[in-house]
């Protein structure tokens, strides 16, 4: 199955969010432990101030611009393109953002992911991202195991990439074993089976099939994965089921 997809809703005017399920459900708002994704671009100095998460697990992936991080576990950090944030709110998790003009807009995915299971102790994790870009190839940023510094509680992988024009890509050899995928065109146009055309914002979601991805102008891309069998808790405060 390939079904397209795009935004759900706008959010103050700066914030897009998806909720990926809705594409295939009318009754889940989410695709397996994928929940909810929000894309920001916010410009000028500007907070958005202390407030609550319970039972996300919150990848902060900013592509440009930066801000100030603050939390209840006590950390005070500049995150941004070149440093994400992995925050694993557990039973309850407050956190502010402040961002920092410095000439470009804040720019990236808040993506909410369920927990694997209920009222996890919070944690925090940050990831330096040097290059910045992993270019024609997949990088994985998070997993359920070792392998990465993002580790999530959930069968969850999420892997990004930068394809430049007219080059092509699959999707790694783990999304093709019998797991669920949603690819997000961050930024840039893509085809896919040289049928399916997506841009920016845009998405799509892969269930049992091979793709080739060739990119009609420079694409960042982000690839989700996840096991729409293996346990879940889908109540979290945004990454819950929000379905009526």
């Known amino acids: 199955m390939l079904q397209k ?3 759900s809703k706008m959010d103050r005017g700066f914030i897009t969010i998806l909720y990926p399920g809705t594409a295939v459900s009318d009754t889940e708002t989410g695709i397996g432990s994928i929940g909810r994704i929000d894309h920001a671009k916010i410009s000028g100095n500007s907070t958005i101030p202390m407030h609550p998460h319970v039972n996300d697990e919150i990848l902060s992936y900013f592509r440009s611009g930066k801000c100030e991080h603050k939390d209840s576990e006590g950390f005070v950090e ?4 070149e440093r994400l944030m992995l925050m694993k709110a557990g039973k309850l998790f407050y956190h502010e953002e402040r961002v920092i003009d410095e000439g470009e807009p804040l720019e990236g995915l808040q993506i909410f992911i369920r927990p694997g299971e209920k009222d996890l102790k919070p944690e925090v994790h940050f990831l330096d991202m040097h290059p910045l870009h992993s270019e024609n190839n997949w990088r994985l940023l998070g997993s359920p195991t070792e392998e990465t510094k993002f580790q999530f509680s959930s069968q ?33 146009k893509a085809l896919i089976n040289g049928s399916i055309e997506l841009i920016k914002k845009e998405n799509l979601v892969i269930k049992g099939e091979d793709i080739t991805i060739i990119a009609k102008e420079e694409a960042e891309l982000v690839l989700f994965v996840t096991d729409e069998q293996a346990e879940i808790f889908n109540d979290g405060m945004y990454s819950g089921n929000k379905a009526k």
């Open 5 to 7: 997809t795009g935004i």
């Open 78 to 81: 500049i995150i941004g393109k």
């Open 156 to 188: 969850t992988w999420i892997y990004d990439m930068k394809l430049l024009e007219n080059h092509k890509a699959i999707i790694p050899e783990l999304a093709r074993e019998g797991l669920t995928c949603l690819l997000y065109v961050f930024k840039g």
